[in-house]
């Protein structure tokens, strides 16, 4: 090491560092060069702000499950695996899961053992049910007290139905959307057919010799009720088997909340010979079935159409006077 002499004879090391401009220079370096090593062996960089630190542990696990080099087929596997599970849950949970029929009562638009695909997603969003749809719902209270629980299967087939990849039966019901709150539903009109907001509805989806009164022994197939909002009625399509809202007026469960509705049935996608598109029947198409058939909801639709319509033309008389009147000043 290089020394210097001074006054007292007595030696003084010196230091290696050079001028502060080449320490930082250095120091950036070698900052620049960790960045690179970290990036080469796939690690995630550490933040240097308190957003970066949020993001941190999503980055990592990013960087986990898809590294920049790639890790050998059966090392990777099992991420995959887990990641795919992980996917499927997110999606059975928000978006859309699959569910068994378990009975007859919706024959023969769904048969028994049929797996429908149900779209969650519209009650996450708060779309509220229509007229028509089939629909998935909870138990609204003693529906299914005379029906026995649902074996329970073992710890991978609750596993997987758990994450979405085998379909759900935990008891859930399935049935079609009669009435929706305010509506008045009644059965039945002269010709036999259940009315809405005194509306006929004609029904060809009913099961084949079943005509739209008819009902499971003991149920009183008759009613004339006005739904309350936020509830539903609901009914299966082979009436003479479905113990749908009719069997339930006695005990004042009749309706179904709206917060009880897990989904809207969209298709049918087993076995593959019954693949088709649940649609909402035409029948639910006709003018009047809306609240704009019940009385004196046209006359306020319509007004509630031609105030704006007015105001606009109004507007537009306003303009083309003021612009007539400045043409006639500077003439």
């Known amino acids: ?17 050079g001028p502060p401009e080449q320490d930082a220079a250095e120091q950036s370096s070698e900052e620049e060069s960790a960045r690179e090593s970290a990036a080469d062996s796939g690690r995630v960089r ?10 941190y542990p999503f980055a990592v696990v990013l960087r986990f ?29 928000f978006l859309v899961q699959a569910f068994v029929i378990p009975s007859s009562s919706m024959e023969n638009t769904l048969l028994e053992q049929d797996r429908v695909l149900v779209n969650r997603a519209a009650v996450w969003f708060g779309t509220t049910p229509s007229r028509g749809e089939v629909i998935v719902f909870q138990d609204p209270g003693g529906w299914l007290d005379n029906e026995p629980p ?8 609750q596993t997987l139905t758990f994450v979405g990849v085998l379909p759900k039966d935990n008891g859930d019901l399935i049935k079609r959307v009669i009435g929706v709150g305010g509506d008045h539903v009644v059965c039945c009109n002269a010709n036999n057919q259940i009315t809405v907001n005194g509306v006929p509805l004609n029904e060809p989806y009913l099961y084949p010799g079943d005509k739209p009164n008819s009902a499971p022994g003991g149920v009183d197939p008759d009613f004339n009720l006005v739904v309350p909002k936020g509830e539903l009625w609901v009914m299966g399509d082979h009436r003479s088997v479905s113990e749908d809202s009719r069997a339930h007026v006695p005990t004042n469960t009749e309706f179904v909340p709206v917060g009880d509705v897990v989904g809207r049935a ?39 159409l031609a105030l704006p319509m007015t105001g606009l033309r109004r507007r537009r008389i306003r303009k083309s006077a003021l612009r007539r009147a400045k043409s006639s000043a500077d003439v």
């Open 46 to 55: 550490r933040p240097d702000s308190v957003l970066g630190w949020v993001g």
């Open 65 to 93: 499950l898809f590294p920049k080099k790639p890790r050998p087929f059966l090392v990777e596997l099992p991420f995959l695996i887990v990641f795919a599970l992980f996917l499927s849950f997110l999606i059975k949970t």
């Open 1 to 17: 090491m290089a020394s210097v002499i001074s006054d007292d004879d007595s030696s003084v090391p010196l230091s290696s560092a």
């Open 266 to 304: 969209d298709f049918i996608i087993w076995p593959t010979s019954q693949w088709s598109v649940l649609s909402i029947p035409s029948t639910f198409s006709q003018a009047g079935l809306s609240a704009l058939g019940a009385p004196g909801g046209t006359p306020i639709a319509a007004l509630a």
């Open 150 to 157: 649902a074996a329970p299967g073992n710890w991978l087939t």
